[in-house]
């Protein structure tokens, strides 16, 4: 009888044994998945966040190198620009160059108003140049329009001495001016001329999709 009690307590503690082992493996395995399910999202969050931090940088970098790009063209714009201010003024220095050049400017006013009585404006610098430049441009003015006008040149009220040169024409009322100075030309030309200059310096942008 105590050998059949010790074998089959034995067989049960076995059992047990069994049991126990396979409770332990299966709770193992579980802890180990939920353990690795935990790696790989922190993982996966962390490999996200790190391509998001990438692609922040990236875009960064790429926009102040860009940033960096347009401001060194835009200097040399400038440059170019105030470089042809300089040389406008050393036009306007030499009478010679600078008296057609006026007469054209007068001239254009003439045409832009129409009207048989104006005066113009100018530097005090080229008061006497100014009239002779008014006569030459009142008579190729009469040649193309058909008819005279009279251009008084104002010996009162001058622009500014700081400016390079150039004329404001004004009509019979005074309500009405043509500014054709140089720095209004100089500017009107760069506003025309600075895509094609931009194309001709840089080339075409590569972020440019459609042209004119």
Do not use: C, H, W
């Amino acid at each position: 009888m105590q050998a059949f009690i010790e074998k089959e307590a034995q067989e049960k503690a076995k059992e047990i044994r069994l049991k126990a082992d396979e409770e332990y493996e299966i709770e193992k395995a579980s802890i180990v998945r939920s353990e690795t399910a935990a790696i790989d999202a922190t993982y996966e969050q962390n490999l996200k966040k790190a391509s998001l931090a990438q692609q922040i940088t990236k875009s960064t970098i790429g926009n102040k190198t860009r940033l960096r790009i347009l401001g060194t063209k835009e200097e040399v714009l400038t440059e170019i620009f105030d470089e042809a201010e300089k040389n406008l003024k050393k036009i306007t220095a030499k009478g010679g160059e600078y008296k057609p050049i006026l007469a054209g400017l007068i001239e254009e006013g003439l045409l832009a108003l129409l009207e048989e009585d104006v005066s113009i404006r100018v530097r005090k610098v080229d008061l006497a140049l100014a009239q002779e430049a008014a006569e030459i441009a009142a008579k190729e003015f009469e040649a193309k329009a058909k008819f005279a006008v009279k251009v008084a040149v104002d010996d009162e009220n001058f622009l500014s001495k700081d400016i390079a040169g150039g004329v404001v024409v004004i009509n019979g009322t005074g309500k009405i001016e043509v500014n054709n100075t140089l720095e209004e030309r100089l500017k009107l030309l760069s506003e025309e001329a600075l895509p094609g200059l931009r194309l001709e310096l840089f080339g075409p942008s590569p972020t440019r999709k459609f042209f004119d």
